[in-house]
């Protein structure tokens, strides 16, 4: 469902997309009534809007089964999806809280169910946004299975052509000065901690920074770039 969203509202921008997705999904042998509601709130956290929830109403009264989810892909980082599964509260169950007395034979359905210990703690956002007020929202667990985890390792995975890319010569200048510049002062610090003994002192140098380990890192780094960029040139040169 196309819309556009700002951080007080959400508005469709496209209300005849459901009926062309529904023709184009029968052309194809899916004859579901329903088209997924897939909702993206980038930035703003996961919780559902006034129309979130008319909508969401809508989809649920048309299909028992219906859940809304949210995806914040702008808070989400690499192996953590902000993500959230809502449900809303239905209209029934919001008179009964207001007087305080449920009807004849209705039971809330969430009085037989325990969800407790899987939910998470709710954004103030999302509270203000009327959170277990008008809708509540449902524990998500999720897994990938062995295509999808090595789909997902062979996107950042360098290929064999990569050994032969050279770095940038200003970039790479400008690297090895900085690098060479940082042995010099780790060089200093190296000299001084061994004049006064301190490399031998284990326990007082616990939680300090050892000039001496930092050093040797450094000049393997340096080391390492600089055969790398020389043997990929002369490679390069030969082969190209």
């Known amino acids: 469902m196309p819309q556009t969203a700002t951080g007080q509202s959400v508005e469709a921008v496209d209300p005849e997309y459901q009926v062309h997705m529904l023709d184009r999904l029968k052309l194809v042998g899916r004859h579901e009534n329903v088209v997924g509601w897939y909702h993206s709130h980038p930035g703003f956290g996961c919780w559902l809007s006034s129309e979130d929830v008319m909508t969401a109403s809508s989809y649920e009264n048309l299909t028992p089964r219906s859940v809304s989810v949210v995806v914040d892909p702008i808070q989400s980082v690499r192996g953590k999806v902000v993500i959230d599964a809502f449900r809303t509260i239905p209209e029934q169950v919001l008179g009964a809280m207001a007087t305080g007395r449920a009807p004849t034979g209705f039971a809330e359905p969430r009085q037989v169910t325990s969800n407790v210990g899987f939910l998470s703690k709710p954004t103030p956002t999302a509270l203000q946004r009327g959170l277990d007020r008008r809708y509540y929202s449902l524990p998500i667990t999720f897994r990938k299975k062995q295509h999808e985890l090595r789909m997902l ?25 900085a690098s060479i510049r940082e042995i010099i002062t780790l060089t200093k610090q190296a000299e ?27 000049t393997s780094a340096v080391i390492n770039r600089n055969l790398n960029e020389s043997i990929g040139t002369m490679i390069n040169a030969v082969v190209f």
């Not at 062979?154 to 200048?173: I, S």
């Not at 004049?195 to 326990?203: A, V």
């Not at 616990?206 to 040797?216: E, R, S």
Request: hydrophobic share 30%; no cysteine; glycine share 10%.
């Open 153 to 177: 390792l062979n996107v950042y995975k360098k290929g064999w052509q990569e050994g032969f890319r050279l770095m940038d010569v200003t970039t790479f200048e400008k690297e090895t000065r």
């Open 192 to 218: 001084k901690f061994i004049t006064l003994g301190q490399d031998e002192d284990d326990l007082g140098n616990i939680g300090k920074t050892n000039a001496l380990t930092h050093l040797q890192r450094e």
